[in-house]
């Protein structure tokens, strides 16, 4: 079966950004004119994905207001001609009637269960996990190789990319034993390891493509490191009974849930995005002249 659905866990508080993200949900920071979120579903939709999971969590209430119709703004706009670009740019944050759920996490318990809490929604069958802190620039879009990876492989696929060894403790990360192309074979894998134990120096990225017996192990999964229950540690019981690949997608990431990462996706989508591009090479160099 195909890959329809997508999980976005969307209820982190943000710590690493505050208090930016104090009242709007970091997900909804915009890097250029679009919130870090668009980028995502953009990416995930030209994955094929036709069905987006938001786990979402108290003050997050902003993002459903995002994707749906925002009548009186698009009343508005539609008024005046000179509008109609803007107009644009705002109606394709919609989703389409039926293509988004909203499950809530009422406890910040880990990653593994906030994936869990979209069970039911997702179902018995195969999905994407997308960490909306991540953007990730590629041609075509990083889940969209991930997805044509897994038509030939099948089973269960993460994306990894290498990080510098002293930040590999961040991160949950692979051990390889073989590789083909960008698909690697892994004898396992180890949510933040201290540097000198980490298996590897490739990190996990934040875009997974799951098999859903994964759910029934969340259920019983115990907490591990930071003392929450981790997707890593349910994946890594998943590669006992079924396939697993790491994949190094060809592109560019920016960790937008630090400061520098967040930083470096606005300048760099500011350099490409026609309406700033000239100003931002001009502002770069002033600068940096200092
Ligand atoms: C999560 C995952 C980790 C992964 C990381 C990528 O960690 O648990 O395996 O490497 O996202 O950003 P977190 O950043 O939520 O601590």
Redesign the pocket.
């Given at each position: 079966m195909g890959i329809r659905k997508a999980v976005l866990p969307v209820a982190?508080f943000g710590t690493r950004v505050l208090p930016a993200s104090k009242a709007i949900p970091k997900e909804l920071l915009p890097v250029v004119d679009q919130p870090v979120l668009q980028y995502v579903v953009d990416e995930a939709r030209a994955a094929g994905i036709e069905h987006f999971v938001f786990v979402t969590g108290r003050g997050k209430s902003a993002i459903e207001d995002y994707f749906d119709e925002a009548f009186e703004l698009e009343h508005a706009l539609g008024q005046k001609a000179s509008k109609a670009d803007i107009l644009k740019d705002v109606q394709r944050t919609k989703l389409p009637p039926g293509a988004a759920s909203f499950t809530r996490q009422q406890a910040p318990l880990g990653?593994g269960h906030a994936v869990w809490c979209a069970k039911d929604i997702i179902g018995d069958e195969p999905f994407a996990v997308l960490?909306p802190?991540?953007i990730l620039r590629a041609k075509p879009s990083a889940l969209a190789q991930m997805v044509e990876a897994y038509d030939k492989v099948g089973g269960n696929i993460v994306a990894v990319d290498p990080v510098p060894e002293e930040n590999v403790s961040?991160?949950?990360v692979i051990a390889p034993k073989s590789r083909d192309g960008r698909l690697i074979e892994m004898s396992g894998m180890v949510?933040?390891p201290p540097r000198e134990e980490a298996p590897s120096n490739l990190?996990?990225?934040?875009r997974y493509i799951l098999q859903p017996e994964i759910f029934g192990l969340l259920e019983d999964q115990g907490k591990g490191a930071?003392g929450e229950i981790?997707?890593?540690d349910a994946m890594v019981r998943l590669m006992e009974s079924q396939s697993f690949h790491a994949f190094e997608f060809e592109g560019e990431e920016f960790?937008c849930?630090s400061k520098a990462g967040y930083f470096e996706a606005c300048v760099a989508h500011a350099l490409e995005h026609p309406e700033t591009a000239g100003a931002a090479r001009d502002l770069l160099q002033k600068y940096t002249k200092k």
């Open positions: 982190g990653l960490l802190d991540v961040s991160y949950g949510e933040k990190k996990i990225t934040g930071g981790q997707l890593t960790d849930g």
